[in-house]
Structure formats: C-alpha cells, structure tokens
C-alpha cells in the first residue's frame, strides 16, 4: 500500500527517521556511561517500546498506572511510572504489578507515603524515586528540609523501599537560545545531584538518579558524573517545537495526512482534520515557540492558522494556488504527545510506501 491510498486524517510514522533517532540518543547515552529509560508517553505503543528495549533501553518511563498495565502485559519487564501516585486504587493495581515485574513510581511528600503505607507491608514493599523540583514549577520536592524530613519518614516505614531519586527540566522548552538551553540542563542536574549528596549523607543512597527531557539531551550536552539514567520521550518522533530546537525537520518522524476539502476563497484551504486530529496547543515562548498550529510540509512558511474539530484553516494565497481539492499534505504538529493519544493506531511508513498498521495500545490509559 501507498501512503496516498490511506484514508485521511491518518498519523505516519517514518521508520528510518525514527530508528535514527533512536540510535542517536542510545549513543549519547553509552558515551556518557548512563541507561536510558525512555518516556513512552510520546509514543503510547508497546510495539515501540519494545523496539526501544531491543536497541538497548534498561527500562521504560511511563506516566499512568494504565499505561503500565499495557506494557507488562506486552512483555516489558522494567518500568518506572515518573509521576506521583495517590489513590488506593492506583496503589493496588502497582503491586499486583510488582508480582511479575520490575515496577516503580515517584513520591514527593509524606502525606502520599502515608497512603502507601495503607497498601504494602514489609513482605512487598513499595519501590519509589523521589522526585526534585528542579525549575518547571510542577510536582516534586522544593526544599532541603521537607526531603530530609521525607527520607527520615521512609526510613521509619517498612513497607517503603527508596531506589532513588528524578528530575524533570521541562522548563528548557522555555529556554530563549542553545546557551540558555545549555545552562537549564547543567543547573538541573546540579540540583539533582545536590539532593542525591544529602540522601547519602541521611544514610539513604540512591541507586538511581535519573534526569532529562528532549531539549536539553538532543544537543549533546554533558552529563554530570553521578547521574545515571536518561528519561528523553518526544525525541524519538519530535514536532515542530522540537524541531526549532535542532534547526531543522532532519529529525521529525511524525506526521499527520490530511486531504484539503475545500478551497472557498483567493486565500483560504480547509483541511479535513482539526483540533481533534492536531490539538491546539501552541507553545509560546522561548526556543520552542511556535507561530501556527502545525507545520505544512513541503511547503515553506506554510502553517496552519485555526482550527475547529475537524477542520484547519490555512490562509495562504500561494498555497491555495498550489493545491486543489482532494490532495493529500502531511503536517508536522506542535506537541505530538498529545496527538498521538487521539489516533487507534499509526502507519509506520518508508518513502511512499506503508509498512505496517501498529495499534496505540495505551491510548486513553489516563488512570
């Protein structure tokens, strides 16, 4: 099958594009003698992830219980959920997890420890990293004294085993230039490392202390001796955020096909797929910032400029005299995290050729 025998709007993935990017960061990681655990939340498939553990990953990331759930069941044998779980329910489903698997998830407060303490015991403990705010202004412990206070907790329990602790640098995305880029990704890690120094000192060290987003790994940056894990997610496909980050689309293996509907003035192209297709999301500021919501390719300059559910508007007079109803484009999103969890499945495509239909299982796992 071709790609322009697909029914639109349809998510590609390229497969050389996204194995290269795969190759890449497993390169950067061995020449800085860390793992790489990636994040699967970019990709939201166990076919992936097990393609990723193939080519070296020493685990998998993920964001949700759920999505867990699906990865285990898919083979996938070492997992650290990177968010903060509260809720009996959630707690549960962990340790009937941890059964069969190697599974682990974050804290960043007594109060959760509490709640985790009404579910295991000292014969099945609970594997947990914590997590340190490191600039993003989102979950994870800010204070010295309120991580010495948590480790003094967890040493108090026994049904609590530390493994570690993570970071996340997210605000990197709002990095103005490569330099500033450059001094978010060392200063995280400083920071990082500087609560792994008081978690040895309070008799605690972790075996784990794990870092990254796209931004700050995708440049070669170096990693700070101590640290030992990468978590990198959106790499492995990019958008066009991530693509202001390197200069160019050489890395963008992700796309979305969309047939043009209606061409209804000089200037005005709909395409058949909207904000239920694309998303919104815009990002605003810094080295990511975006002017549109979704890059056309093959077409320069060419960006979409609305959209409601199922339409994008592009008002583009040079466009418009260039396409006629019923061709196919491809657009390059701003965030295809969130895209790729509105398709059932993606193409994995070469040139114009379509190689396989793989099922994103762990769409919609949001519990």
């Not at 590609?12 to 990636?38: C, G, W």
């Not at 160019?248 to 509907?261: D, G, W, Y």
Request: with cysteine; hydrophobic share 40%; charged share 25%.
């Amino acid at each position: 099958m071709k790609i322009h025998d697909l029914d639109t709007p349809s998510l590609l993935i390229e497969q050389d594009v996204m194995l290269q990017n795969i190759t890449q960061m497993q390169r950067y990681a061995h020449e800085n003698n860390v793992s790489i655990r990636p994040h699967t939340k970019t990709h939201k498939s166990s076919y992936i992830a097990l393609l990723q553990s193939d080519q070296g990953a020493a685990g998998i990331t993920v964001a949700k219980v759920g999505e867990a759930e699906v990865m285990a069941k898919a083979g996938l044998k070492d997992i650290f959920i990177a968010n903060e779980i509260v809720g009996t329910k959630k707690l549960e489903r962990i340790k009937a997890l941890q059964k069969s698997i190697d599974i682990s998830f974050g804290l960043d407060s007594i109060a959760q420890a509490k709640m985790i303490e009404e579910v295991f015991d000292r014969d099945e403990k609970a594997n947990v990293l914590i997590e340190i705010e490191v600039g993003e202004n989102r979950s994870g412990i800010i204070e010295e004294q309120d991580f010495i206070d948590l480790l003094n907790y967890i040493k108090s329990t026994e049904s609590i085993l530390f493994k570690g602790i993570f970071s996340h640098d997210g605000h990197s995305y709002g990095a103005n230039n490569i330099d500033e880029l450059r001094e978010i990704h060392l200063e995280s890690q400083r920071r990082t490392l500087r609560f792994a120094t008081i978690a040895r000192d309070a008799g605690l060290p972790p075996a784990t202390v794990s870092i990254g987003s796209t931004p700050s790994l995708v440049h070669n940056f170096p990693i700070l001796d101590g640290v030992t894990e990468i978590r990198p997610g959106t790499y492995i496909y990019m958008d066009a955020s991530q693509a202001n980050v390197v200069g160019s689309l050489r890395m963008n293996a992700a796309s979305v096909l969309a047939t043009v509907m209606s061409r209804p003035t000089a200037e005005r192209v709909v395409l058949d797929v909207g904000a239920k297709g694309l998303t919104m999301q815009k990002r605003s500021k810094g080295i990511t910032a975006t002017n549109g919501m979704g890059i056309i390719v093959g077409f320069e300059g060419v960006e979409i400029d609305s959209m409601y559910d199922e339409h994008s508007l592009i008002y583009n007079r040079n466009f418009r005299d260039q396409v006629q109803v019923g061709d196919q484009v491809r657009i390059i999103p701003n965030h295809i995290c969130p895209v790729v969890n509105l398709y059932d499945y993606f193409y994995l495509v070469s040139g114009e050729d379509v190689l396989h239909e793989i099922p994103i299982d762990c769409r919609g796992k949001l519990q």
